[in-house]
């Protein structure tokens, strides 16, 4: 793996660290009036989502990893893991439901993401950054009242709960953003 200074550290990129692999949140760069300038790095662990921060100088040097990216397609959910099917080689891989974490009710069949592999281990998974929804209760539209920027909760067929502009109604196909888990559009 190469070996990269402290002060070449950047957003997102994934360090080998006290012995566990750490994606790298927010960077800021520091250079006191006293001292060597540093890095103020804070961490977050791939396998166990603990946090770190941690100071590297410029002259420390840490091991970068790449992971390996994988477009897999879900197949379907068996005991609180998720099984998905390499769309290369047509493998099947198993990999646990926590991954996804809050955006887990986004996930639809035969729904294509990017999993992020170190070795043969699954990291990371991320969904498409639009997903087609149903709203399956909302209040009713009433006149006049789009006049003004305001937002009405909604219910989707996955069971979250969303904003959405006055004019959605019951049953309507709407776009959520995967990132901001929030309306985008409507389908």
């Keep these: 793996m190469p070996k990269i200074n402290g002060n070449e550290i950047r957003p997102g990129n994934v360090l080998a660290h006290e012995s566990g692999l750490w994606a790298a949140v927010k960077v800021d760069h520091v250079k006191p ?3 060597g300038a540093f890095a103020q790095v ?16 410029s002259a420390d040097k840490v091991e970068r990893v790449r992971l390996e990216q994988k477009d897999q397609q879900f197949l379907y959910e068996d005991n609180g893991m998720l099984i998905f099917m390499d769309t290369e080689t047509f493998e ?51 006149k006049g009242q789009t006049a003004a920027k305001s937002f009405k909760p909604a219910i989707l067929q996955n069971g979250v709960k ?26």
């Excluded at 804070?42 to 100088?57: A, C, D, G, I």
């Design 92 to 142: 099947q891989v198993q990999v646990s439901a926590d991954l996804l974490g809050e955006r887990r009710p986004f996930l639809q069949d035969g729904m294509t993401l990017v999993v992020e592999f170190y070795e043969e281990e699954a990291l990371n998974a991320t969904l498409p950054q639009k997903v087609t929804c149903q709203v399956v209760e909302t209040e009713p539209v009433v």
């Design 162 to 187: 969303v904003m959405v502009p006055p004019f959605i109604s019951q049953d309507e196909q709407i776009v959520i953003n995967t990132d901001t888990m929030e309306y985008s559009e409507r389908s």
């Design 42 to 57: 804070e961490m977050k662990n791939l396998r166990t989502s603990s946090k770190l921060n941690q100071r590297f100088r």
């Design 33 to 35: 009036g006293k001292g």
